[in-house]
Antibody, heavy 121, light 111 residues
Framework: QLQESGPGLVKSSETLSLTCIVSSVSIGPNDHYWAWIRQSPEKGLEWIGSINFRGSTSYTPSLRSRVTMSVDTANNRFSLELTSVTAADTAVYYC???????????????WGQGTLVTVSS | QSVLTQPPSVSGAPGQRITISCTGSSSNIGAGYDVHWYQQLPGTAPRLLIYGNNNRPSGVPDRFSGSKSDTAASLAITGLQADDEADYYCHSFDRSLHAYVFGPGTEVTVL
């Protein structure tokens, strides 16, 4: 239902760009949010941010200065941009539906299969 | 270091019951935020196992159950099976960090 796409290799200091194509369910209008999560051996699972069909976003504070999420309801997809990447941004990036009725109580389901992004020097 | 604490590993024999703890604080679990659990099989994406502390999505066997009390939560697996070998993660929201947070994960081994 969710599929990540984008480059698997990004150069240090450049911008990481990923897209999540959503199928079998509409991005909106509905109550869902749509999220990006990454996983690395060093940091484990880390929520990056979430967006709804109106484009309302919330980002994790530690990445807020470098993250931009956008939504394309016409094509049922949403995207992530992470600027000024370093080796610490090397991770498997997942997109997921951020379900639930209240902020702070939401869960992630389903998840995309994930895509490995490596930051090279 | 995560604000949610889990044991690094738990093991049990086939058919046994095991529990995985997830310990938080007054900023997350103790503040009333729900706990959710995910199972990650090797080489795959995490899969939702329990949402809203104790609810199972359709398709998840009733061998899996969740509970929450004060600043902690637990995932129980009964009738342990070989294909339960995976990493298990708890997840909640932290109001001090203003972020959704995950535990470090617990590796389950079936002896």
């Amino acid at each position: 239902q969710l599929q990540e796409s984008g480059p698997g290799l990004v150069k240090s200091s450049e911008t990481l760009s990923l897209t999540c194509i959503v199928s079998s369910v509409s991005i909106g209008p509905n109550d869902h949010y749509w999220a990006w999560i990454r996983q690395s051996p060093e940091k484990g699972l880390e929520w990056i941010g979430s967006i709804n069909f109106r484009g309302s976003t919330s980002y994790t504070p530690s990445l807020r200065s470098r993250v931009t999420m956008s939504v394309d309801t016409a094509n049922n997809r949403f995207s992530l941009e992470l600027t000024s990447v370093t080796a610490a941004d090397t991770a498997v990036y997942y997109c997921a539906r951020h379900s639930g009725s209240e902020g702070g109580q939401r869960w992630f389901d389903p998840w995309g299969q994930g895509t490995l992004v490596t930051v090279s020097s | 270091q995560s604000v949610l604490t889990q044991p690094p590993s738990v093991s049990g024999a086939p058919g046994q019951r095991i529990t995985i703890s997830c310990t938080g604080s007054s900023s997350n679990i103790g503040a009333g935020y729900d706990v959710h659990w995910y199972q990650q099989l090797p080489g795959t994406a995490p899969r939702l196992l329990i949402y809203g502390n104790n609810n199972r999505p359709s398709g998840v066997p009733d061998r899996f159950s969740g509970s929450k009390s004060d600043t902690a939560a637990s995932l129980a697996i009964t009738g342990l099976q070989a294909d339960d070998e995976a990493d298990y993660y708890c997840h909640s929201f932290d109001r001090s960090l203003h972020a959704y947070v995950f535990g470090p994960g617990t590796e389950v081994t079936v002896l």
